[in-house]
């Protein structure tokens, strides 16, 4: 069964980039076509779908974020990876990976059944 | 963009009570709608997905409904561990989730 952990770090200032890698175990990150996503959560607030990338590299972006976000998989490293420019108190949140969930035949389900725990990231100087 | 609309924001219930969230979308989705439940410091559980299906070892109580823009979520007698917050989220070309629905104790 895969898993997915965040991980990286805790604060970053305004104006900075924030950087965050989804490891991923149990599985290989470039087998199959699976959309591996970055979602997030702002305290008190709903849930925002950040952006995605295919097993084959291409991404795709939320468009309110696309100016400043870059998501990139890592196959040596079995990981996949979130950079958001040029961050505001705004962007505080509790980020979190997920997997696409796929049936018997691989056909996108277009929901997401495996998550990590979530990380949360703060804004602030 | 498809913004989904979810209602109510919150819902005070009673254990066996039974409790009815509403999602609705901006244009039709198809039966492309799945539900979330989240609790504080945990990974996101997949509940629902195709507007109907329940997913694997999820308990019977949850049921979805619905089809183009209105959906619903229902607990059909809730239990102490279904005191969370639900979201719905569309499945069209880029995913949207609602706004959240906290459902508290009574």
């Given amino acids: ?125 | 963009d498809i913004q989904m609309t979810q209602s109510p924001s919150s819902v005070s219930a009673s254990v066996g009570d039974r409790v009815t969230i509403t999602c609705r979308a901006s244009q039709d989705i198809s039966t492309w709608l799945a539900w979330y439940q989240l609790k504080p410091g945990k990974a996101p559980n997949l509940l629902i997905h195709g507007a109907s299906k329940l997913q694997s070892g999820v308990p019977s109580r949850f049921s979805g409904s619905g089809s183009g823009t209105e959906f619903t979520l229902t607990i059909s007698s809730l239990q102490p561990e279904d005191f969370a917050t639900y979201f719905c989220q569309q499945g069209n070309i880029f995913p949207a989730f609602g706004g959240g629905t906290k459902v508290e104790i009574k």
């Fill in chain 1, 1 to 125: 069964q895969v898993q997915l952990q965040e991980s990286g770090p805790g604060l970053v200032k305004p104006s900075q980039t924030l950087s965050l890698i989804c490891s991923v175990s149990g599985g290989s990150i470039s087998s199959g076509s699976y959309y591996w996503n970055w979602i997030r959560q702002p305290a008190g607030k709903g849930l925002e779908w950040v952006g995605r990338v295919y097993t084959n590299g291409d991404p795709d972006y939320n468009p309110s974020l696309k100016s400043r976000v870059t998501i990139a998989l890592d196959t040596s490293k079995n990981q996949f990876s979130l950079r958001l420019s040029s961050v505001t108190a705004a962007d505080t949140a509790v980020y979190y990976c997920a997997k696409n969930y796929y049936d018997s035949s691989g056909y996108s389900l277009r929901a997401f059944n495996i998550w990590g725990q979530g990380t949360m990231v703060t804004v602030s100087s």
